[in-house]
RNA sequence: GGCCCCAUCGUCUAGAGGCCUAGGACGCCGGCCUCUCACGCCGGUAACACGGGUUCGAAUCCCGUUGGGGCUACCA
């Protein structure tokens, strides 16, 4: 039998980084065994599910390159795909439950059930429904019934014990006197979580339910109601929570931990899936971290998973994706970091092919400066943001002036370059001006180098200067949205700006 | 309260009774490179939660304690 995974999220919110994974998970394990991914919207909770947030849940999950084969945009054979369209198929069941005795109406009412919570509570004793409508019989309940009261379903549960073996968790085994009859359809006639749950994966024909830790305890229940139905059981396989560095639950509190806030912030989808597939799961023996997507579902397995919980940490996924920006292609890269430099104002919408090779040259001197994309705001700065007179005052470019042969090295330097004929500043004129500089002035290393940063980039830190100036020479030749000077340029506004002090 | 699950460096983890003087990765610290901040390279720091067993031998098996998490809902 081939194998069948899902994916099934309730649209209450935006994807998030315990769901990702847990997607995610679904997908090595398919891709790797072959088979097919179903995609499951569980929209029973009426009350919370929103429309916007499953539409931006399917552009999440393509966005992180996860694809699937069946599903509530794609359809398929077994839908529909959207527990809300479902309703009738619970129901059905539930009244062949009902039919062969195995679930029966109940007439409690809410503060009654509360006040039995309190009761066992007072006792010591596991909290579960007392049973009160078990023993009612047909007779009974059609009366009531017919009186229009309100009423519930419950699973008649079976006495014994429940066991499962978990493909990440090992043996799970609970005796079911601390389950007691749960309810399947509530009294407005929708079908409970752990009822649809089982009634879907069963007609979808899921061959594993793959997902998160919470879910180990509504287990037994539902493989009760797989029992009582006469259904097979499918293998499970549960994963550890992902904690915020607090050990609490990651949540919004802790940051950027929606997948929409982490792609506003320039992290690249492979680096999303190679650092979530981390937690949790190690590459075998010992073998490098760094993986793509494919390295990753091709040796992907739950013999490795680990059952800990996992800390999500900033500092490791951030390397993660500066490894894999490192990887990335020029022309791609050109692509993400597009709409990041237009927030700095640098480059509009559209770009001329001479502009998008200026940009890609610059993103390979700058590239393994990034953790992420947002960071090109600040690495670009000295391009962009070129202000002699707060660059000036910065405290870091008043102590490189707090140099007694600083402002000296500057004129210099302005002299050499004027010397060849206030042309652009080529490579070579750069490095002749250099030489010239340290002739007259006598100055090397430091106290040569760092004035001549400033005096070109205003700032006192950056790429190496050789690969940055024919960026800004070239770049001042270009029509950008902000036109940017060009080398001489800088070295004469610095210096008027000095002079002025 | 009851039930279930979990427990190795700060973090992610390797580890299935002798290969463990506990390995790798991120971080951190130090060095190298260097005009700077970074990157890169090299080196270092750092852990079996605690207490009992079992065994010739325990990070590994068992029990308990402590600490986390989950379920116990007409949420999913």
Not at 336 to 341: D, E
Request: proline residues 5%; contains cysteine.
């Amino acid at each position: 039998m081939s194998v069948r995974v899902r994916f099934a999220p309730s649209p209450t919110g935006y994807l998030h980084v315990g769901n990702v994974r847990t997607a995610l998970f679904n997908w090595f394990f398919v891709r790797r065994n072959g088979g097919s991914l179903v995609l499951r919207i569980e929209d029973t909770d009426v009350e919370r599910s929103e429309r916007h947030y499953e539409d931006q849940l399917l552009e999440d999950l393509r966005w992180l390159g996860i694809n699937w084969d069946e599903g509530v945009d794609v359809g398929g054979y077994v839908g529909p795909y959207r527990q809300t369209d479902r309703f009738p198929l619970y129901r059905e069941k539930v009244q062949q439950l009902l039919s062969n005795g195995r679930a029966y109406h109940c007439f409690c009412s809410r503060e009654q059930l509360e006040e039995d919570r309190k009761k066992q509570l007072a006792e010591g004793r596991s909290i579960r429904y007392v049973g009160r409508c078990r023993g009612l019989d047909a007779k009974e309940s059609e009366e009531c019934l017919k009186q229009g009261r309100q009423a519930t379903i419950r699973l008649r549960v079976r006495p014994g014990t429940v066991a499962f073996e978990d493909l990440v968790f090992g043996l799970i085994e609970v005796d079911t006197d601390n389950v007691g009859d749960f309810i399947l359809l509530r009294s407005d006639g929708s079908a409970q979580y752990n009822l649809a749950c089982v009634v879907d994966d069963s007609m979808m024909g899921i061959t594993h339910v793959i997902r998160g830790e919470g879910h180990i305890s509504n287990t037994p229940r539902q493989i009760l109601v797989y029992e009582a139905l006469g259904l097979p059981v499918p293998k499970f396989a549960h994963l550890s929570t992902i904690l915020g560095p607090d050990g609490a639950k990651l949540s919004k509190r802790h940051g950027a931990t929606s997948l929409a806030e982490i792609r506003q912030l320039g992290y690249l989808p492979e680096a999303v899936v190679n650092y979530l597939a981390l937690l949790g799961w190690a590459p075998p023996e010992d073998g490098a971290e760094i993986l793509s997507p494919e390295e990753i579902t091709s040796v992907f397995d739950f013999k490795s998973v680990n059952v800990n919980p996992a800390t999500f940490d900033l500092k490791k996924f951030n390397w993660v994706n500066r490894s894999h920006l490192k990887e990335c292609p020029l022309p791609r890269l050109f692509n993400l970091a597009a709409p990041f430099l237009e927030r700095t104002g640098l480059v509009g919408t559209s770009s001329s092919p001479e502009i998008q090779s200026w940009i890609e040259e610059l993103l390979s001197v700058i590239v393994s400066y990034l953790d992420r994309l947002e960071d090109l705001g600040k690495e670009t700065e000295f391009l962009w943001n070129f202000d002699p007179e707060s660059d000036l005052s910065d405290s870091k470019a008043l102590e490189i002036l707090g140099d007694s042969a600083a402002i000296g090295v500057i004129r210099s330097f302005c002299q050499e370059l004027e010397k060849t004929g206030a042309g652009a500043v080529s490579y070579q004129i750069y490095k002749e001006a250099v030489l010239g500089v340290m002739k007259s002035t006598g100055t090397k290393g430091k106290g040569l180098f760092r004035p001549i940063r400033l005096a070109i980039t205003g700032k006192t830190f950056g790429p190496e200067l050789d690969k940055i100036i024919p960026i800004i020479e070239k770049g001042s030749q270009l029509t950008l949205q902000t036109e940017i000077p060009g080398v001489l340029d800088r070295v004469r506004s610095i210096l008027g700006e000095l002079d002025l002090r």
